[in-house]
């Protein structure tokens, strides 16, 4: 398994799995025992993904304005 790192702040972390052809985003609660959840995506649903999430950019621009 080969993990190229992507991203890295104090709760997310983004991957990419050469092997396995998926991004991995792990997002963890933070705190005292943080609590973990990791997303794994092909390249179609990253695609599905990355649309989403400039849709609610958008959406943001748009009522701040």
Do not use: C, R
């Amino acid at each position: 398994m080969t993990w190229k790192p992507i991203y890295d702040s104090e709760q997310l972390s983004l991957v990419v799995d050469d092997v396995k052809q998926v991004a991995m985003l792990e997002v963890n609660s933070g705190g005292y025992v943080p609590h973990y959840i990791t997303f794994h995506w092909n390249e179609q649903e990253l695609a599905e993904i990355i649309q989403a999430l400039q849709n609610a950019q958008q959406e943001l621009k748009s009522n701040h304005s």
